[in-house]
């Protein structure tokens, strides 16, 4: 007992001595002001993505490049964005958030301005993996901003008004990008970061954070991250691989390489004092499920995503207006609903609304999986899909909120980052399952492969959903969190 009674004050676990330990919170139009801010930040990683989709036929036209090509500029996108998360959030533990946040913004409004004048495709895919390496320092020190000046009573409501910024970027992306093309070119679409960066930028510095000094010397785990990496890659190759799109050896060589690489990370991961993640966060039955169910509720909505487009326009025959609406019918309710989950989580405890939202996502799975079919009707799938929207609006940003705050005060850039690096992950998955059985190059998919994938979903979906049951309701409730140890001794844990 006194071994656990050293680490609760070690890890200052008690929602008291966080808010001891913590900066003066945040109110009034400060708070504001941060929520504004972070928000600002939080809104480029998923608008970069979503409004490029619907520039990448006419990349690949301008450039003179096939499709499995294109498909490099996403695929290296999401991997840079996932191993860059933790990496981010670490630095701003041992820097300071505020001055991570800002570098990461001054950078990424210089790679924006790169990209917009590439070249060749090599030079745009080198600035735009690097607009996601540095846009990965700016979300989970936001996070931690809010996680260190955020009274916990009001986390909630503002990670649901962050979370929903960044749903609504996600969704008004492709018809931003659209609109800009319409303009004129594809580089029309860096530019519009200058804006948004510049605003950003003034918010901050009006905000003069107290997070902005420095807290340590830099210790990151590069070797780690390359390893981790390199597996996201071998990953990405061996399912694409199973479409057809790479040759035999290319897959031969990707199988071995593999297990070797997975073997140097897990070496590498147990015996760094600074992993590329803190994995033994995940001692924390909290934490662990939060993470989890960010992981597999992520999991299912992208491929939700990228799965609506084919079955509509490849099974059903209409067109990308139909589609479009569908995945609306999606992003608008988490976008609207979020900062009422936020809401709710603050007043009721965490737990209460991810659980709710998640058996909504069950059920909304459920239902495609059992009612899809070539003639299934347009109003079907967008109640369906409303469901499953209004259920992630409800858990994800209470999660993300018990998640960070089931962690120390000073380990919550590392938190955010690696929580928010398992959302990535989730969606290298979906993409790459998704794309490894439906091989656009041979005839059109029918209704049997969509119930596969649904199907699939529905185990996840359930997965998440008994994720959800691990998550604290109020963060008081874990005032003694267990001690920290080496890694190698995870396998003794006792939780």
């Known amino acids: 007992m006194k071994a656990r009674s050293r680490s609760s004050r070690a890890w200052g676990s008690t929602r008291e001595d966080s808010e001891r330990d913590a900066p003066a919170p945040a109110r009034g139009s400060s708070y504001t002001l941060l929520v504004v801010t972070v928000s600002l930040g939080g809104i480029l990683a998923p608008l970069n993505s979503t409004m490029l989709a619907v520039a ?19 695929s290296a996108y999401l991997i840079a964005m996932a191993v860059a998360q933790p990496l981010g959030g670490r630095l701003g533990d041992q820097l300071g958030r505020a001055r991570v946040f800002r570098a990461g913004l001054v950078l990424f409004l210089a790679l924006s301005l790169a990209a917009a004048a590439s070249p060749g495709y090599a030079w745009l895919i080198a600035f735009r993996t690097g607009q996601a390496l540095v846009g990965a320092a700016v979300i989970p020190n936001g996070l931690a901003m809010l996680r260190e000046s955020v009274p916990l009573n009001r986390l909630g409501r503002s990670g649901g008004t962050t979370g929903a910024a960044m749903s609504t970027a996600a969704a008004v992306g492709p018809l931003l990008g659209a609109g800009l093309l319409g303009l ?42 390359g390893a981790f990496a390199g597996l996201l890659i071998l990953i990405t190759v061996l399912l694409n691989a199973l479409r057809g799109d790479a040759g035999v050896f290319i897959l031969v060589i990707a199988a071995v390489a593999f297990p070797l690489l997975l073997l140097g990370f897990l070496r590498q991961q147990f015996s760094t004092g600074t992993p590329i993640a803190e994995w033994r966060l995940f001692r924390i039955r909290s934490y662990a499920g939060a993470t989890a169910y960010i992981l597999l509720s992520n999991l299912v ?23 479009g609406t569908l995945l609306g019918a999606v992003s608008v309710p988490v976008a609207l609903i979020a900062p009422i989950g936020g809401l709710i989580s603050d007043e009721a405890g965490r737990r209460p609304p991810i659980v709710g939202g998640s058996v909504l996502v069950v059920a909304g799975v459920t239902a495609l999986l059992f009612g899809i079919s070539s003639d299934t009707p347009y109003l079907f799938l967008a109640s369906v899909l409303f469901v499953i929207g209004v259920g992630l609006g409800f858990s994800v940003g209470p999660a993300s909120a018990a998640a960070i705050e089931s962690t120390p005060a000073d380990l919550a850039g590392t938190a955010a ?15 790459g399952i998704l794309g490894s059985v439906l ?39 874990h005032e003694e969190v267990p001690e920290v140890a080496p890694l190698s001794a995870l396998a003794r844990a006792d939780w």
């Open 56 to 74: 990448l036929p006419d990349l690949r036209r301008d450039f003179g490049i096939g499709h499995a090509e294109i498909a490099w500029l996403v």
């Open 439 to 477: 091989n656009t190059n041979e005839a059109a998919p029918d209704v049997g492969l969509f119930r596969l994938i649904f199907a699939v979903l529905v185990v996840v979906a359930v997965l998440g959903a008994l994720s959800s049951l691990l998550v604290h309701r109020f963060p008081q409730a």
């Open 417 to 431: 980052g690696t929580n928010s690096m398992m959302r990535y992950v989730g969606s290298i998955i979906g993409a």
């Open 184 to 225: 004129g070119s594809w580089r029309l679409l860096f530019l519009m970061n200058v804006p948004l960066v510049v605003f950003a930028l003034l918010a901050l510095y009006r905000l003069a954070p107290s997070s902005d000094r420095a807290r340590g010397r830099v210790s990151l785990d590069w070797l780690g991250a």
């Open 301 to 323: 909505m992208y491929t939700i995503i990228l799965a609506v487009p084919f079955f509509v326009r490849e099974v059903q025959g209409k067109g990308s207006f139909t589609a």
